[in-house]
């Protein structure tokens, strides 16, 4: 079970750090990415990190605003975000996966529930 959090209301221009805690399993092994979902809209991929942490992938939107970083000791991994904008308002979800295709929510075994990011302007 992951179990996304770290959500809330913050003006443009603020930070958060999302995370995303798994239990019941280990996820050190797996690649591990954050979708996000406004309202009206179909879920996108927003980050992805690769099982080791070394290899980390953005959605365009995001580049140079957001970090993607995993502890696999602590079976969590993180989104960093800053320089937030009101287009970034949505509900945003992890997932693990096992094969390729990063960018894919089909490509995903398992989710969190989700937690809401708002950003005011």
């Known amino acids: 079970q992951l179990q996304a959090s770290g959500g809330g209301l913050v003006q443009a221009g603020g930070s958060l750090r999302l995370s995303c805690a798994a239990s019941g399993r280990t996820v050190s092994r797996y690649h591990m990415g954050w979708f996000r979902q406004a309202p009206g809209k179909e879920r996108e991929f927003v980050a992805a990190?690769?099982?080791?942490?070394?290899?980390?992938f953005y959605t365009d939107s995001v580049k140079g605003r957001f970090t993607i970083s995993r502890d696999n000791a602590e079976n969590t991994v993180y989104l960093q975000m800053s320089t937030l904008k009101p287009e970034d308002t949505a509900v945003y979800y992890c997932a693990a996966r096992d094969g390729s295709y990063y960018y894919l929510a089909s490509s995903y075994d398992f989710w969190g529930q989700g937690t809401q990011v708002t950003v005011s302007s």
């Open positions: 990190v690769s099982w080791s942490g070394i290899t980390t």
